[in-house]
């Protein structure tokens, strides 16, 4: 049983590490296609994606990174999770624009480290 909720964690990692690649991709293509080109905005910038990405980033962070406290006992990857988790989380209200870029990639750079750091625990 216990082999197969470190299975499990480890995708669910690996799902977070892809999340947090798109996510970025998302902010930058759609800051760079709005602002730069002027396309696209009512579809890259809609709301819907950003809000339905936090909740995908929390619920897959907090299944993994907490179980990955409980198996390695290194809690860096956790907090460095939840930081990134808030920086997304504050990118919410800030409004479309530069700031909103900066805090989510910032977010989802620091969610995706802490997945990957959880990964190299289990190998």
């Known amino acids: 049983m216990r082999e197969a909720l470190v299975l499990i964690r480890n995708r669910l990692d690996r799902v977070g ?3 947090s690649g798109l996510c970025a991709l998302h902010c930058l293509a759609g800051v760079l296609l709005v602002a730069g080109l002027g396309l696209g905005g009512e579809f890259l910038l809609a709301p819907i994606f950003h809000r339905v990405g936090l909740v995908l980033a929390i619920a897959v962070g907090a299944a993994t990174l907490v179980l990955g406290v409980v198996k390695h006992g290194d809690p860096l ?6 930081a ?4 997304m989380s504050v990118a919410l209200f800030v409004g479309h624009g530069l700031p909103e870029a900066v805090l989510t990639v910032l977010g989802v750079a620091l969610l995706g480290w802490a997945h990957l750091r959880n990964l190299r625990h289990s190998a």
């Open 77 to 82: 990857p956790l907090q460095v999770g939840a």
């Open 17 to 19: 590490v892809l999340l």
């Open 84 to 87: 990134g988790i808030a920086f």
